[in-house]
């Protein structure tokens, strides 16, 4: 393919897409320009079909640490496998482009989008997403459609398309919207307790954009020469099989099958059932026979039960559960489940649960994030697990999965809203979701139990967040909005829609359409629905916990914090790091300075001793001022006076002339370890200080400056006592 470059201005930005010069040996290949973030994307598919009715596409999105002029922190000084903002990326770019190949293409397809150049206030994510459009349209890979993506926030009333870093940073949201032309196909994102019309507003703005550079790819593909798309070929069963199996399936013993009370009861009910289907269908088959249609009459019974299932809802109003469309499951909220563990909650909806675990530690224990957009560090973390058996599946435990870093990131941009800030509440927080049984919105109970378990663990957070995921059932001849859907409804339906906020409003949005796209009616009518079901789970998780924890768990490590002087971290570290390290070591804790602040974070198990380490370093670092009093100790005897400290490091001299009555030699009446009133006289510029002992200056005031005893001419007496011998 011949080099070929386009230009256009979306936002207010140069948008460039080239093909023909780059990756010119993969099936398709797109680079992809805006402002100085460039992408290239590349496509490519197998040979030969995995059979099937599932798309083995893979998707992968490369960070590359010199796109943003960085060298990778650790020992090899490379990238490594692929971190949560990589894998999240991909999940952005797989989610809308998946629903739009061909239904019966099971070839093997990889896309890979690499980010060469990345300026901050051009996201590569969503550049990624025009640049797989291009890339699969480009190749010969049967691709039926053209979608791109935006990213949107909401300022001053209004939303902003493609904002730039710093208005992100002051939106009330944060919004990944992709679609076609059509409609939205795919959103991701966080807001600040938004209403429903203000997502609705930021959706038909991000729309608009979405329109305007699908109409550029438009363009563009009508200007080039396609390569012909590589033919494959659907298996079907023949018509008379068809019929045969129409004849031999019962619908209404398939329908009692689906309404079976119970997921694992109605599962063991289906598959008794398809058994016996089979079993007629090829009993004077010969086994090569079987073989071949065997795949192919298994997914006509797939098809006839999603039938069965949708049309149910759309006619009878009624689902596989027995619920209406709009009915919630039953939920249990439980809390202090773990005796050892900081804060616990246990949410259950259905047959869906998530025993949420809240972990407190210290300023070391905080996440360090170095990607290819940032450096900080992060003090709520929020974790997602999904082992096999909540499914009651057999799965090896091999690191997690992409949907586990996905799931988890939802719900932790839904819930870090109400997680105080790292000033108020100087604690790493780290949440910990095991989803111990799952039919339906194992993400959405997780930011449930997540909330409660704050609450429980004392983390001073304001209010609740609740979540929930919505359906959709999209026939010819009508369509319903399903509250809290099952499993079976997310794998038969047409739509995933999560939403997850407070009683003020919305906090995080995901949403994934399997059809071509959804109404602004149909999803103002999800939204709605979605509010009313969160308001009903929000009541009952404050009916199980209203407010944070009066005091927090015996075992959750005790954290104190002082605000210093900058000049005084000096004092604090020592030479070499003597006295912070001697602190540590002393009272058994965690010790941490803020250089640019001055801000000392203590951390320990131990309260008496962390709250000693503290006194010790308010001595350390508080100024002496003239006039204040203290307790000090004898730290030194000399025949001129002693030495107090009168706190760790703020040693002065009391000059026996400053002591109260006449002192010839302090060591007869003073001893190191005694403690001495003292009042601090005069401080000198350079931090010296006089000492005086207290009740010195009144009895000055009344013997008069000179305090040594009047002389007596006691010499007739002497001479006396010598003649006599005494």
Partial sequence: MAFKQWKTEICGRELTVETGKLAKQSAGSAYIRMGDTVVLVVANASKNPKGGDFLPLTVEFMEKYYSAG??????LKREGRPGDTSILAARQIDRPIRPLF?????????VIATVFSLDEDNPADIIGILGASMALNFSYIPFEGIVSGV???????????????????????????????EAIVMVEGEAKEVSEDVMLEA???????????????????????????????????????????????????????????????????????????????????????????????????????KKVMRRSIVEDKKRSDGRSPTQIR?????????PRAHGSSLFTRGETQSLGIVTLGSKRDVQFVDTIYEQSD??????????????????????????????????????????????????????????LESNGSSSMATICSASMSLMDAGVPVKK?????????????????????????????????????????????FQMDVKVSGISQEIMAKALQQAKDARMHILGLMYDTIDKPRDEMSPYAPVMLKIQIPLNSIGDLIGPGGKTIKGIIKEYDVDLDVEDETGMVYISGENSEKALKAKAFVEGITKKIEAGEEYNGKITRVEKYGVFVELAPGKVGLLHVSNMVGFVKD?????HIGDRVEIVVGKVESDGKFELRQKGAEERKKRDGNDRRPPRRNNRPERKKERESGE
């Fill in 203 to 305: 959706l038909a703005a991000a729309h608009e954009t979405i329109k305007e550079i699908c109409q550029f790819q438009s363009k563009i593909l009508a200007e080039m020469e396609l390569p012909e798309k590589m033919e494959f070929e659907v298996p079907s069963l023949p018509d008379e099989d068809k019929e045969k199996f129409n004849s031999i399936i019962d619908i209404e013993e398939l329908r009692k099958c689906l309404f079976t009370s119970g997921k694992k009861a109605a599962e063991k009910a289906i598959s008794s059932y398809k058994e016996e289907v089979m079993e007629k269908f090829f009993e004077e088959m010969e086994e090569e026979e079987i073989a071949e249609k065997s795949m192919l009459v298994s997914g006509l019974f797939e098809d006839t039960l």
């Fill in 70 to 75: 960085k060298i990778p922190g650790g020992f």
């Fill in 464 to 508: 609740h967040v609740a979540g929930v995921a919505m359906g959709m059932i999209l026939e010819s001849d009508g369509v319903e909005v399903l509250t809290d859907i099952l499993g079976l409804e997310d794998h038969l339906g047409d739509m995933d829609f999560k939403v997850a906020g407070t009683r003020e409003g919305i906090t995080g």
């Fill in 102 to 110: 061909p239904e019966g293409f099971s070839n093997e397809v990889q």
């Fill in 330 to 338: 039953n939920i249990v909220c439980e809390t202090s489940l773990l």
């Fill in 378 to 435: 992060k003090h709520f973390m929020l974790h997602y697990n999904f082992p096999g058996f909540s499914v009651g599946e057999v799965k090896p435990q091999r690191g997690i999965s992409r949907r586990e870093v996905g799931h988890g990131h939802l719900a932790e941009r839904s819930v870090k809203f109400i997680v105080p800030g790292h000033e108020e509440f100087p604690y790493a927080i780290r949440v910990v979701s095991e989803i």
């Fill in 151 to 181: 990213k949107v926030a909401y300022l001053d009333g209004k939303p902003v398309v493609f904002p730039t870093a710093e208005q992100l940073e002051n939106s009330l949201i944060d919004l990944t919207v992709a679609g076609s032309e």
């Fill in 666 to 670: 302090p060591s007869q009446t003073m």
